[in-house]
């Protein structure tokens, strides 16, 4: 598996670290217990293409969200996560 | 039929050609008391001992390739009961007397062999908690002994001692773990299971569950047609999250691929099974005489049976680094297996929430020396419907409760466990 970084090209699995389904959403402060567990422990653990974060540890050090099919291992499409790349000094 | 050596000297007197098939290959009924979902050794086992010690004899394995070919017949064959938290302690230990009796109530050669596991320290901290660790297995009966690194150089001369970051202080042994030839354990249980009239049934995949009018489950629809079950019990590690969501059920566990690696035969080198669990490395030789080792799950999620090379990499470092004479030994075979990485690294036995279905999943990658273990505890909770006391802390709801047995204090991130 190799992972086309949008920041430094294409670069080998190894300098990438896996964090897991892009699906959840933290839940409001507010949201009740139900929501937290379902966020924090429940997983759809999807077979086929899952979107997912990346952290690019070994390069840009920017977090990725990586389309990729789990039965396969083919990746089709890479973009940065929302907000990775966007920081400004100050911001 | 039933093996010893009488049998063997008749059949081999006879040229081999009166062997019986091991387990009958059976067709589906329309109707069982039980129906276990998967052919591995946790469902062979769980059918074993619904009829062995439960009198549930009207019992089908259903699996959809043939038994024995998912993580049963792809992991590194250890056996253990090292565990430091309470539910895991117990119920290891549990698993572990049943493995030293196993091939006498299966009437079967399993090559169960205790020779041994250690745990290997690195550091003056790491020898605490190993210390802490043996002193919890001794309280509740189990064996320990930690080494210092004198005991290890007279067993192990050959370990690198003085490697500059991880230099080997000492281990944890336990001398009764050790290793099984996992093929047999599968074959042992489909052996017996089918001597007590249980139907094993191949090439079956489960499509979708049928419900009644209460929802509660009452059967399965399968590639061979539709079989009628007062409980379904499902030990399909690896593929729970896919069963169990054909039940409309999320699950806390994540599908990860973990690699295992063996090399040529070599002559008699590793007295025990060994964990450089700082170096992402554990090993032991088979008795054909190559070495079996792993490390590391590859870390993201998947379902498809191989992994990637970072991890091969990062496994054959771990051993040239323990070992160096290793370094000219020639891998022999590679492969992959997927495993049901749960939330907290534990186990869960548990009635589901959908009446009548019964889970047995989120093993990760320690699933084969629970095989005895996981089969008794599930064939106590499909019978009684109530958790046997060993299991009692394996509940799908603890993650909500914050009961966690997580041994590795890693949190809620299955890669990491």
């Known amino acids: 598996m190799r992972i086309v970084c949008p920041f430094c090209g294409e670069r080998e699995l190894g300098e990438f670290t896996y964090l897991g389904d892009a699906k959840p959403q933290r839940p409001p402060a507010d949201a009740g217990e139900d929501a937290v567990y379902d966020y924090v422990y429940l997983r759809d653990n999807i077979a086929g293409v899952m979107s997912e974060h990346w952290y690019h540890g070994g390069g840009c050090r920017a977090w990725l969200k990586v389309t990729r099919n789990t039965l396969t291992h083919e990746i089709s499409a890479v973009e940065p996560a929302a907000g990775a790349g966007s920081a400004k000094v100050g911001a | ?417």
């Open chain 2, 1 to 417: 039929m039933k093996y010893s050596i009488f049998s063997l000297a008749r059949a081999a007197l006879s040229g081999h050609k009166t062997w019986k098939p091991t387990w009958r290959d059976a067709a589906p009924k329309d109707r069982y008391d039980v129906v276990i979902i998967g052919g591995g050794g946790h469902g062979l086992a769980t059918a074993w001992f619904l009829a062995s010690e439960f009198g549930i004899r009207n019992v089908a394995v259903l699996e959809k390739g043939w038994i024995g070919s998912g993580n049963a017949g792809r992991n590194t064959t250890i056996i253990r009961s090292n565990y430091g938290l309470p539910g895991n302690t117990g119920f290891y230990e549990l698993s572990m007397k049943l493995w030293e009796r196993m091939e006498q109530d299966l009437n079967y050669n399993a090559m169960v062999s205790q020779r041994g596991v250690i745990n290997l320290y690195h550091s003056d901290a790491q020898r605490d908690a190993f210390a802490r660790r043996g002193n919890t297995m001794r309280i509740n009966g189990i064996d320990a002994e930690l080494l210092d690194q004198a005991a290890l150089r007279k067993m192990m001369p050959f370990l690198n001692f003085d490697n500059a970051r991880f230099p080997v202080q000492g281990g944890l042994l336990q001398r009764r773990g050790g290793t099984a030839r996992h093929d047999a354990v599968v074959w042992g249980y489909a052996h017996a299971a089918s001597e007590l009239g249980v139907d094993i049934i191949q090439n079956c995949e489960v499509t979708s569950f049928l419900r009644d009018t209460n929802g509660k489950v009452s059967g399965v629809e399968t590639s061979r047609g539709r079989i009628g079950a007062g409980k379904v019990g499902m030990a399909v590690a690896g593929s729970s999250s896919r069963v169990a969501a054909m039940a409309g059920l999320r699950l806390p566990i994540e599908s990860h691929v973990l690699q295992a690696f063996v090399s040529e035969a070599i002559k008699p080198l590793l007295p025990n099974v060994m964990t450089f669990g700082a170096g992402h490395f554990y090993v032991s030789q088979s008795d054909k005489g190559g070495l079996v080792f792993g490390g590391d799950i590859d870390g993201y999620n998947s379902y498809a049976q191989r992994g990637n090379l970072p991890v091969v990499e990062d496994v054959c470092e771990g051993g040239m680094a323990l070992i160096p004479m290793i370094g000219r030994v020639r891998l022999l075979r590679q492969w992959g297996g997927i495993m049901d990485m749960s939330m907290d690294g534990s186990p869960i036995i548990d009635k589901s929430p959908v009446d009548g279905l019964y889970l047995n999943a989120g093993w990760c990658y320690g699933g084969f020396k629970a095989t005895p273990g996981s089969g008794f505890v599930f064939a106590h909770l499909i019978a009684r419907d109530q958790s046997h006391k060993e299991a009692a802390r394996f509940r799908l709801d603890r993650f909500q409760r914050g009961a966690m047995i997580d041994e590795k204090g890693q949190g809620a991130q299955p890669n990491l466990h």
